[in-house]
């Protein structure tokens, strides 16, 4: 939870600095809420699933999400004008995919514990929709800062949801949160954990009620 | 034979990608609202699947794997190109699928126009990406990497068209505001799945 709050401060600061217009702003803060990536677009829902059952690898994947998210953004926007369009998508993946690859890389150097933890689903950021989906969508079309700022706030978009997902997947499928036992701590031995959020079932339905929660709030009606 | 068609078995219900992997959700949940157009979907994942899983393992096999090279010549038994391994995948994948949206637009416009934008997204569903990188991890033989293509294929097509099916019959019932589409879409997706566990206890 408190990687979470941190995340959103520092979107709360940047809007100060100058070179944030009020259009650039927009554009940073809208997936957060009102057009977020997972809840409202739709995309990237696989990985938030698949990595969600203990918070620690949550957090590790969100962090590789928005460090490939921004660097793919800024290089697709930068080249963006030497992409025949043809062959666009392949070229998307390809700079997706190199990324992927020095995270996964630095992964097994630095830290192979969580590497083994992850398995195939550092691999299949590369398949992240909302990677392919913003690149397609914006930073083909925008200038390089408009489509970092863009990736940024897609990306910790997305990481909100997941690390939301991940802390009552733990909390209530193994009674922890980042392997500290917290009921424990409070002296509730006897703590019921369910097996059911340690499954897929749990991440299906915590992310229904998240989605029908945040959509109540901000009065998103999806025909 | 029985072990392969055990293998395709397992693959679609026990392992079944979207249950019990999460993979491939995005078209999954986006596509899933009309039986004709999840089944069109469905069909192209197939497809993909079988003939991708094994033109992978075969570059797994033949070039990437360390000493694969040595059937060139013997000076290059010390390769190791596996650092190669998720961009040649995906490279596979993608023109793979460049392939099947140029025969669906050909032979069936009307699937191609309402499959839209989810048709090049193939190409970054997960479970095509899944398949191969799960394949080489459970260190199949070719004919067994084919069966498992084509079996989780078949899997996450059963799901796709039996959600297109209930989301159908979604539309005359009273759903609250909030949940409308994507929530109710998710709970019902964890009923499935937790009809989808009974064939844990199934034994091949």
Known sequence: ????????????????????????RKILVDPLDDNNPISIQVLGICSALAVTIKLEPTIVMSISVVFVMIFSSL??????????????????????ATLVTLVSEFLKAFNYEMFKV????????????IIL?????????????????????????????????????????????LGFKVFEMLGWYSFPTNGLFVDSIGAFIILGLLIWAQRTRNGYIEN | MTELFNLVIKSAFMDNMIFAYFLGMCSFLAVSKKVSTANGLGLAVIFVLTCTAPLNWLIQKKIL??????WISSDFTDIDLTFLQLLMFIAVIASFVQLVEMIIEKFSPALYGSLGIFLPLIAVNCSIL?????????????????????????????????????????????????????????????????AFKTFIGMTL
């Open chain 2, 65 to 70: 794997d360390e000493g694969a090279l040595s």
């Open chain 1, 75 to 96: 290089i697709t926007s930068l080249i963006r004008n030497y992409i025949p369009v043809r062959v666009r998508i392949i070229v998307q993946l390809a700079i997706i």
């Open chain 2, 130 to 194: 899944g398949g191969s990188l799960f394949m080489v991890q459970r260190d199949f033989n070719i004919q067994e990497a084919t069966a498992f293509g084509f079996g989780s294929g078949l899997g996450f097509w059963l799901a796709i068209v039996a959600l297109a099916a209930i989301r159908e019959k979604l539309k005359y019932s009273h759903v609250p505001d909030g949940l409308k589409g994507l929530g109710i879409t998710m709970l019902l997706t964890g009923l499935m799945g937790l």
């Open chain 1, 1 to 24: 939870m408190s990687t979470e709050v941190k995340e959103k401060e520092v979107i709360k600061i940047k809007p100060a600095e100058s070179f944030l217009s009020k259009r650039r």
């Open chain 1, 118 to 129: 992850l398995g195939a689903f550092v691999g299949l950021i590369i398949t992240n929709c």
């Open chain 1, 133 to 177: 989906g913003r690149l397609e969508a914006y930073a083909m079309g925008n200038k390089p800062y408009d489509s970092v700022l863009d990736a940024l706030g897609s990306s910790v978009g997305y990481a909100w949801i997941i690390l939301v997902v991940a802390f009552f997947r733990e909390l209530l499928g193994s009674g922890s949160v």
